[in-house]
């Protein structure tokens, strides 16, 4: 079992900056595909970014290309999220969520995804 563990949300500005941390518990996080999801109020829970298990591999949302960024620590078995230039419609509680199976391709699919954290909110105000 794998658990995941955000934090780093909280209420910012337009146009200010969030990191977002996702820690993970298990031996594997090394060979596990990472992502990131958000879903608004009233709204389906959306892909935002992913990342390869090597970290050499990367992929992102329309919406936010060119504003966030995801990356990897494998030695401290912890994916981040940098997001720039927040917008009110980036309001949202965030999810990191794991591959469960090793060494397979990223994915901007939430079923393919097999392990969750709890999330993590993000307020932009205007």
């Known amino acids: 079992q794998v658990q995941l563990a955000e934090s780093g949300g909280g209420l910012v500005q337009a146009g200010g900056s969030l990191r977002l941390s996702c820690a993970a518990s298990?031996?594997?996080?090394?060979?596990?595909?990472m992502g990131w999801f958000r879903q608004a109020p009233g709204k389906e829970r959306e892909f935002v970014a992913a990342?390869?298990?090597?970290?050499?591999?990367?992929d992102y949302a329309d919406s936010v290309k060119g504003r966030f960024t995801i990356s990897r620590d494998n030695a401290e078995n912890t994916i981040y999220l940098q997001m720039n230039s927040l917008k009110p419609e980036d309001t949202a509680v965030y999810y990191c969520?794991?591959?469960?199976?090793?060494?397979?391709?990223?994915?901007?699919?939430?079923?393919?995804?097999?392990?969750w954290g709890q999330g993590t909110q993000v307020t932009v105000s205007s």
């Open positions: 298990a031996r594997t996080f090394s060979t596990s595909a």
């Open positions: 969520a794991s591959r469960g199976r090793r060494l397979v391709r990223l994915s901007k699919t939430a079923f393919e995804y097999d392990y």
């Open positions: 990342i390869s298990w090597s970290g050499d591999s990367t």
